[in-house]
């Protein structure tokens, strides 16, 4: 249900990235269940695009992207480790974000930036994902590198403090019990 709810939003993104760049090629990693419901929605797109079910490349893409857009989940730790910029979406159905926006008191939800104290990734929530906003976000980093820079180098710092604890789970809770005093 997610890439029903969020691909088309990243295509309608992807077309308009494209009007500014032409040359702009996009990749897509994904599990082998999916791979031919994405390729089917591209079909029409006349994209340049890349979409893979090889696990094994998915690294070596990671590190190769200029800017990576996601959805929330453990894609965000993975293109961490790749040192990868990232804008992270997060869309859920219209109860369940009520649910969960009456019970979580804090104003992220990328682990990251939980550990950090600090929004260094930025996120998109509900209504604001969308094609203009998610554009403006993306062509706001492609066209800056100095935030690209600052981005990678806080992802590090993370990074870091996530592995040198023996725990990374006590770091994580930690993060979160300190937002929430």
């Keep these: ?3 029903k709810k969020l691909f088309p939003i990243f ?4 077309k308009m990235l494209r009007k500014k ?3 702009i090629k996009f990749y897509v990693v994904t599990l082998k269940e999916y791979k031919n419901i994405i390729l089917e929605m591209f079909k029409k797109s006349e994209l340049n695009y890349y979409v ?3 696990m094994e490349e998915k690294y070596n893409i990671y590190t190769k992207v200029d800017f990576a857009l996601c959805a929330s989940g453990t894609v965000t ?3 961490a480790k790749a040192s990868t910029p990232m804008l992270v979406v997060y869309k859920l159905n219209y109860i369940t ?3 969960v926006r009456l019970m979580v008191k804090v104003k992220t939800a ?12 930025p996120e998109l929530f509900q209504q604001e994902v969308n094609s203009n906003t998610i554009f403006n976000v ?3 980093y492609l066209t800056n590198k100095e935030l690209i820079k600052e981005q990678v180098s806080n992802i590090k710092i993370a990074v870091n403090k996530i592995k040198n604890n023996d725990n990374p789970s006590i770091l994580s809770a930690n993060s979160i019990l300190n937002l929430l005093k």
């Excluded at 295509?11 to 992807?14: L, P, R, S």
């Excluded at 990328?110 to 990734?121: A, D, R, S, Y």
């Design 110 to 121: 990328t682990i990251l930036n939980l550990v950090l104290e600090k929004n260094v990734i």
């Design 97 to 99: 974000w009520i649910i």
């Design 21 to 23: 760049n032409n040359a």
């Design 138 to 140: 993306l062509n706001n």
């Design 1 to 3: 249900s997610e890439i």
């Design 11 to 14: 295509i309608e993104t992807a």
């Design 52 to 54: 893979t079910d090889n």
């Design 77 to 79: 730790m993975e293109l």
